[in-house]
């Protein structure tokens, strides 16, 4: 049974939100969440707790600890037998591939801005692009479980801030360049897509906008007459 309502949330906050500093010793799916992050874990909880009532939910987790963190928090205020939930890597954040101090966090942050978010690749990392790749594998996968009669009237997703952005690009059919003008999630920001009467998803949070950080231009004019872009919700300037 398709869900009637999906939940998008990023992770709360974690030292590597703070201290930049840490991405030299510790690898990014290791980062734990600060104490104000535990705190905001347990409020994204009775968020979706106020939202789905006394409906069941199930929950897809990315294995890195401070989602993991996040999701404990999160259910810690729901009763345990309205929630089910399953962990998968393919919803991991966006992988830089190694440490680095803060000064080259910030050229490589520089270099992917200028280039484009969507297409530049970590050199021993990943490309925003092959996040989308494996969010569709995901969704396969979602989609499947969708197909159970069992399966509960609310899903959710605990992710992070570029990955949680690509996999609503793809459920929802954007491209690049509507993926790049949406601005990354705050910490435990909650997206919400209801089911439509057609039975499809249509995002109704609406999302926060920020300039795109380059001018290269991949859409050649009179393009869009014959591939019209699909509707985004609304927005507000970041």
């Given at each position: 049974?398709?869900?009637?309502?999906?939940?998008?949330?990023?992770?709360?906050?974690?030292?590597?939100?703070?201290?930049?500093?840490?991405?030299?010793?510790?690898?990014?799916?290791?980062?734990?969440?600060?104490?104000?992050?535990?705190?905001?874990?347990?409020?994204?909880?009775?968020?979706?707790?106020?939202?789905?009532?006394?409906?069941?939910?199930?929950?897809?987790?990315?294995?890195?600890?401070?989602?993991?963190?996040?999701f404990?928090?999160?259910?810690?205020?729901?009763?345990?037998?309205?929630?089910?939930?399953?962990?998968?890597?393919?919803?991991?954040?966006?992988?830089?591939?190694?440490?680095?101090?803060?000064?080259?966090?910030?050229?490589?942050?520089?270099?992917?801005?200028?280039?484009?978010?969507?297409y530049?690749?970590?050199?021993?990392?990943?490309?925003?692009?092959?996040?989308?790749?494996?969010?569709?594998?995901?969704?396969?996968?979602?989609?499947?479980?969708?197909?159970?009669?069992?399966?509960?009237?609310?899903?959710?997703?605990?992710?992070?801030?570029?990955?949680?952005?690509?996999?609503?690009?793809?459920?929802?059919?954007?491209?690049?360049?509507?993926?790049?003008?949406?601005?990354?999630?705050?910490?435990?920001?909650?997206?919400?897509?209801?089911?439509?009467?057609?039975?499809?998803?249509?995002?109704?949070?609406?999302?926060?906008?920020?300039?795109v950080?380059?001018?290269?231009?991949?859409?050649?004019?009179?393009?869009?007459?014959?591939?019209?872009?699909r509707?985004?919700?609304?927005?507000?300037?970041?």
């Amino acid at each position: 049974m398709k869900p009637k309502r999906i939940l998008i949330a990023r992770h709360a906050e974690s030292v590597g939100n703070v201290n930049k500093g840490v991405y030299a010793t510790t690898p990014d799916y290791a980062l734990p969440l600060t104490p104000r992050g535990s705190k905001q874990a347990g409020d994204l909880g009775q968020k979706i707790r106020r939202l789905i009532g006394t409906e069941r939910i199930h929950f897809y987790v990315s294995p890195w600890r401070r989602t993991r963190e996040t999701f404990m928090g999160a259910v810690s205020a729901l009763d345990r037998d309205h929630w089910t939930a399953t962990e998968d890597p393919r919803l991991r954040e966006q992988e830089w591939g190694h440490l680095r101090n803060e000064e080259a966090t910030k050229i490589l942050e520089v270099e992917r801005d200028a280039f484009g978010a969507f297409y530049y690749r970590f050199e021993d990392g990943e490309s925003g692009a092959d996040v989308y790749d494996r969010c569709s594998a995901l969704l396969e996968t979602v989609h499947r479980d969708f197909r159970e009669d069992t399966f509960p009237p609310n899903c959710a997703f605990i992710g992070h801030g570029l990955t949680n952005r690509l996999l609503a690009t793809r459920w929802l059919h954007w491209t690049p360049e509507q993926f790049e003008q949406i601005a990354n999630p705050e910490n435990c920001e909650l997206w919400v897509m209801d089911q439509q009467s057609d039975g499809h998803y249509q995002m109704t949070t609406p999302l926060r906008t920020e300039p795109v950080g380059h001018k290269n231009i991949a859409v050649p004019p009179g393009y869009r007459r014959l591939m019209p872009l699909r509707t985004m919700p609304p927005t507000v300037a970041k």
